[in-house]
């Protein structure tokens, strides 16, 4: 811990910069006592209704809990939700003056129906519109992120495939962040592996690490000594991780693999694989953003790779313990680490 006290007393001096793409997360809850007449489906007796972060909102809601400044990046369309979810994000001091309006879209909800805390359903409206032509990000976004880059010690780039992460935000972006010297990190959408060039890391889970091996052409994995592209053993992670960091190109590569810890790669180290910090494992919802959240937030604050992969590897035992998309606290955090030192 002691290692670590420098560091994590940075994380309210630093400013993230989380863009992507935002959702809004609500919550009806209830209790079933009976079926419906009309058809074989229970009926739901609500009792509550709440609406939280979701997306890249998520991330900085993450990293507002360890009492980081943030400001998001996105879009929203003109509607009542959209209205809800900025009014969700001030709430908890989060800036949102980076949020652009766009007609051609919804913001997207995820309703959540939860009865005796079982999921029964979700339901999702979603309109997605790529950004293809550039022309909202030239417009909106892009004077946004010039204007103000120069508050920012770190960059987060939340790809939830819903349009707004094209190349020309990235390579803009990347530039920027590489130009101050301070870290980009990325949430990846296998369908993007390309977009992201030049990024200080991404953050796979096992799962789309394996569909990223997967996307890649027969030559080009055995180019790159690719030979699996299920990740089971530890072993295959290494090998398999080690060739998508060289294919890539990129800084480093942090792979999550729930159980099994997290394994971090670096050009010229060998991997390094960090056991799970986990004593209970409820719900991994959501692990995925905090991990990204501590580990872009300890580089911030000046930690080494390494470091940032061990201090977020805490974070997430912390957080799947917890039910549902849950965050971290600093005090949590600082817990955690004493325990384990």
Same mark, same amino acid.
């Given at each position: ?19 992507? &793409? #935002? ?12 079926? @419906? ?8 007796? *609500? ?14 809601? +993450? ?23 900025? +009014? ?13 309006? =766009?007609?051609?879209? /919804? ?19 979603? %309109? ?9 990000? &030239? ?11 120069? =508050? ?6 939340? =790809?939830?495939?819903?349009?707004? !992460? *094209?190349?020309?935000?990235? &390579? ?6 590489? %130009?101050?010297?301070?870290?980009? !990190? ?6 993007? #592996? ?20 997967? @996307? ?20 295959? !992670? ?9 294919? #890539?190109?990129?800084? @480093? ?6 159980? =099994? ?23 991994? @919802? ?10 872009? #937030? ?14 977020? +590897? /805490? ?6 313990? %917890? ?7 600093? &005090? ?10």
């Amino acid at each position: 811990m002691t290692k670590y006290t420098h560091i994590l007393s940075n994380f309210r001096n630093r400013h993230i910069l989380v863009v992507g &793409d #935002l959702i809004l997360d609500q919550y009806i809850k209830g209790t079933v006592d009976r079926i @419906s007449p009309e058809a074989p489906v229970p009926i739901l007796l *609500q009792q509550e209704e709440f609406y939280t972060p979701g997306g890249a909102a998520n991330v900085a809601n +993450n990293l507002r809990s360890l009492g980081a400044k943030v400001t998001v990046v996105g879009r929203i369309g003109p509607d009542i939700e959209g209205d809800l979810l900025k +009014n969700v994000l001030k709430e908890r001091k989060i800036r949102t003056s980076g949020i652009m309006s =766009d007609s051609r879209v /919804h913001t997207i909800l995820k309703t959540r129906v939860v009865a005796h805390q079982q999921q029964v359903v979700r339901i999702d409206r979603e %309109k997605v519109v790529d950004d293809s032509d550039g022309r909202f990000y &030239d417009e909106k976004i892009a004077p946004f992120i010039h204007k103000h880059f120069t =508050d920012f010690d770190g960059v987060i780039v939340s =790809d939830y495939g819903k349009g707004i !992460v *094209q190349p020309p935000l990235v &390579d803009d972006l990347t530039a920027l962040a590489r %130009k101050a010297r301070i870290p980009i !990190v990325v949430d990846p959408k296998v369908e993007h #592996l390309k977009f992201y060039g030049h990024v200080s890391s991404i953050t796979p889970n096992r799962k789309e690490a394996e569909n990223a091996l997967r @996307s890649l052409e027969p030559d080009t994995r055995r180019a790159f000594g690719i030979l699996q592209t299920r990740l089971g053993s530890l072993d295959t !992670v290494k090998k398999s991780g080690m060739g998508l960091l060289n294919y #890539l190109g990129i800084d @480093s590569l942090l792979i999550t693999l729930g159980e =099994d810890g997290m394994c971090l790669f670096e050009e010229g180290k060998e991997p390094l694989h960090i056991p799970t910090r986990a004593q209970e494992v409820f719900d991994v @919802s959501g692990a995925g953003d905090t991990v990204i959240s501590v580990f872009t #937030l300890a580089l911030a604050a000046g930690a080494k790779k390494m470091d940032a992969a061990d201090i977020a +590897n /805490h974070a997430a035992g912390i957080v799947v313990a %917890k039910v549902g998309a849950a965050s971290v606290t600093l &005090d949590e955090l600082v817990r955690s680490l004493k325990e384990h030192k």
